[in-house]
């Protein structure tokens, strides 16, 4: 995968706007449960906030309990990447699968979009992560920062940045916790 470096520059700047916006606990292990976070994607939204119909139909897709809702957002060719843990898929099955098995793994996944930029085709999300993994002693919730590009309707590229590390300790799991297999 080749990312463009002011994409890149972007996405960071983003994930140290959130954790900044989020404050120091962020950064710890026990910071920022998902009652801390708001667990609906726009309930903490000021009155007002514009949010695209893309980030809208997006943030309730991951909020929902139907796979295929989230794949059915991209184009026949999309691809969704998750940069926690360094994963590509490619095309609405392997997303609705992926969303499938992100299900199956964390209780009350969810994301709660704080803010949204849009450049053209281009649409920066800042928020928060969540969930409870299973078997985890805590739950979650990191920054979160998302770069999706569009053709206007669909999403043809996902790109989720947030700290694997971060939802390990404060899920209460050592780092090198790896799922079950399925």
């Known amino acids: 995968m080749r990312l463009h ?6 996405a960071v700047i983003c994930t140290v706007a959130a954790v900044t916006a ?8 026990t910071a920022l449960g998902p009652t801390a976070l708001g ?24 909020n ?6 989230l794949g059915a957002l991209f184009t026949p060719d999309g ?14 099955q392997e ?5 499938a098995r992100t299900d199956s793994l964390i209780d009350n996944v969810h994301v709660t979009v704080h803010a949204t930029h849009r450049d053209g085709c281009h649409i920066t999300v800042e928020g928060a992560y969540a969930g409870h993994i299973k078997g985890a002693p ?21 790109q989720d940045f ?11 799991l050592p780092a090198d916790w790896t799922p079950p297999a399925h």
């Open 39 to 62: 667990t609906a994607a726009f309930a903490a939204q000021p009155a007002g906030r514009h949010v695209s119909e893309v980030v809208a139909d997006w943030s309730a897709a991951w």
């Open 138 to 158: 805590r739950p979650f919730a990191v920054p979160l920062a998302t770069l999706l590009d569009t053709d206007g309707r669909r999403i043809t590229a996902d």
């Open 79 to 92: 691809t969704y990447t998750d940069q926690g843990i360094g994963v590509t898929f490619h095309g609405r």
């Open 162 to 172: 947030y700290s694997l590390n971060a939802v390990l300790a404060q899920s209460g």
């Open 95 to 99: 997303i609705a699968g992926w969303k």
């Open 22 to 29: 989020l404050g120091p606990t962020a950064l710890g292990p």
């Open 5 to 10: 470096p002011t994409r890149f520059a972007a």
């Open 64 to 69: 929902g309990t139907e796979p295929a809702v």
